[in-house]
């Protein structure tokens, strides 16, 4: 069992050490594998080197990432151990906002136990249908290996974007070749996911998914369909991970000593 300590609101790192603590109970619960722990930490690596702050190219990422949402037929967000355990609730608030869309559970250490906690834990937060869980419904994504091979006939399999955050490559690699439009949240913007997606987002999930729901929100009451193009076609995903890599390099930390 985990020890619980108070952690002082005026902490300095008060909302990174609250994510920790939720990723440990989601992993005392059986939601998130042992690997999260450590897929976590090289997350928060790359946050230290953004100021743990939402930086301007993810601002950009963040539009286009909506822009694309809407205009989206069949839109699916997949959901692994780490997102169900950090920001179950923004996952559920992000597919209400979208309405077209569905959350489909994709595990790269999949064990069936951890499928149905996973599906439980959306449920709380008002999730009804969550694909990924029925064997009946289950088919492959050509040419890849992993477990993530698994996905829903009527998700990811038909999807035309899938939201991939906290992913590893590969999936991403193998969607793309079925032509998938691919979203992803990502701190490291050197991950092969990162590299590989259409828009990255560089950000923390739990900062990122919010201002993520407000752009949607706010395309949909303000922007056409013509707009949302253009926002779409002028994104560049290599410029955004330029600039993040920028910001990273740039870090003040060293000159506040
Ligand atoms: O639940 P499962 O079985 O599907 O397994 C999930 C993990 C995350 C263990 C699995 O997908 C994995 O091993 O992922 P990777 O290859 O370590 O990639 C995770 C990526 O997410 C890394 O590039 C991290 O930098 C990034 N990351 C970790 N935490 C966050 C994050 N990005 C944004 N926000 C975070 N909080």
Partial sequence: MISKILIP?????????????????GFEKGLVAREG???????????????????????????????LFILAEHPVISVNGNTAAICASQICDLNRSLEKSS???????????????????????????ILGIDPNRSTQIPELESNRRKVDLDGIFVSDVVFVPLE?????????????KIITVDLNPLSRTALASDISIIDNIVRALPRIIKSIEYHKKNSTKKELKEIVDSFNNKDILNESLDIMRSNKMLSKI
């Fill in 37 to 67: 722990l450590i897929a976590h930490g090289r997350g928060e690596s790359f946050d230290y080197l953004l100021g743990e702050k939402t930086i301007e190219p993810a601002l950009k990422s963040i539009d286009a990432a909506s822009a």
């Fill in 103 to 129: 959350v489909e559970i994709n595990l790269f250490y999949h064990t069936h136990v951890r499928e149905e906690l996973i599906s439980t834990e959306l449920k709380k937060y008002g999730l009804k249908k």
């Fill in 168 to 180: 590893d490559g590969d999936r991403t690699i193998a969607l793309k070749k079925m032509d998938k």
């Fill in 9 to 25: 609101k005026n902490h300095p790192r008060y909302c990174s050490l609250k994510i920790r603590e939720k990723l440990v109970e």
